[in-house]
């Protein structure tokens, strides 16, 4: 499940952003971790929330710039 929802963010970090280089990994079970060079946007254990909304990850990034 973690899987499939880290695939369609990539997805739209690709179509967004033009980001091409996204990777996904795995980690610990129970953990959604978002990163851009190495700088944390999203983890779903400091925020309560299982999944992060795909748009406010893209709004997240883009303020990174």
Known sequence: R???RAASLADKI???LGIQDVELSDGRPGIFLVEVNGKEVF???KE???Y???M???ERIK???
């Open 2 to 4: 973690y899987r499939d």
């Open 14 to 16: 690709k179509k967004e």
């Open 43 to 45: 983890h779903n254990k």
């Open 48 to 50: 309560l929330v299982k």
């Open 52 to 54: 992060p909304d795909e």
């Open 56 to 58: 406010d990850v893209i």
């Open 63 to 65: 303020k990174m710039d």
